[in-house]
T-cell receptor, first 108, second 115 residues
Framework: AQRVTQPEKLLSVFKGAPVELKCNYS??????LFWYVQYSRQRLQLLLR??SRESIKGFTADLNKGETSFHLKKPFAQEEDSAMYYC??????????FGTGTRLQVFP | EAQVTQNPRYLITVTGKKLTVTCSQN?????MSWYRQDPGLGLRQIYY???????DKGDVPEGYKVSRKEKRNFPLILESPSPNQTSLYFC??????????????FGPGTRLTVL
């Protein structure tokens, strides 16, 4: 069955430290993966998609099919990065499932 | 079991025929929201509700209505559906005191096709 796993419910770091939010997926086909972010009292927003291979707000994520992972990384965390991050898997072209989310706290 | 349910899961309809997609949560959450997911556009918020009788527009509210008469239910109404509303719809809920920082629970999605 398709599944998205975000093993960390909470990740706390200090400003300037590297950040890695983990995401693992289970899907036998060709996955399309996303990271969404929700800042406090704001709507959920798309952060990045693996097929675009872009860097948004300093974040990158590489699809590793061998490890079935799509970890989100940033070399130097900022306080404004504090938010809830969701990994999501699109499969069968129209079915989207989300991980349970990881709350990132960046302390000054 | 804590969950958000949506009905129907799949719906094919014709232009102009009013429809309602129901959303219900059993977690006593104050906050509920509707999103649509379209290829290449990601997830976009349609409407949200902070509590009973309190609703606000999201990014793409045109063509949709919602109501929040009870805490557990947040139906999405399409008074006159059009083909550009063909999409995958998600309902979500979360507790208000953790809003934005707590886990948001999503429904399974409703696949709507408007012919």
């Amino acid at each position: 069955a398709q599944r998205v796993t975000q093993p960390e419910k909470l990740l706390s770091v200090f400003k300037g430290a590297p950040v890695e939010l983990k995401c693992n997926y289970s899907y036998s086909g060709s996955p399309e993966l996303f990271w969404y972010v929700q800042y406090s009292r704001q709507r959920l927003q798309l952060l990045l998609r693996h097929i675009s291979r872009e860097s948004i707000k300093g974040f990158t994520a590489d699809l590793n099919k061998g490890e079935t992972s799509f970890h989100l990384k940033k070399p130097f965390a900022q306080e404004e990065d504090s938010a809830m991050y969701y990994c999501a898997l699109l499969y069968n072209t129209d079915k989207l499932i989300f991980g349970t989310g990881t709350r990132l706290q960046v302390f000054p | 079991e804590a969950q958000v349910t949506q009905n129907p899961r799949y719906l094919i309809t014709v232009t102009g025929k009013k429809l309602t997609v129901t959303c219900s949560q059993n977690m006593n959450h104050e906050y509920m929201s509707w999103y649509r997911q379209d290829p290449g556009l990601g997830l976009r918020q349609i409407y949200y509700s902070m509590n009973v009788e309190v609703t606000d527009k999201g990014d793409v509210p045109e063509g949709y209505k919602v109501s929040r008469k009870e805490k557990r239910n947040f139906p999405l109404i399409l008074e006159s559906p059009s083909p550009n509303q063909t999409s995958l719809y998600f309902c979500a809920s979360s507790p208000i005191q953790g809003f934005g920082t707590d886990t948001q629970y999503f429904g399974p999605g409703t696949r709507l096709t408007v012919l």
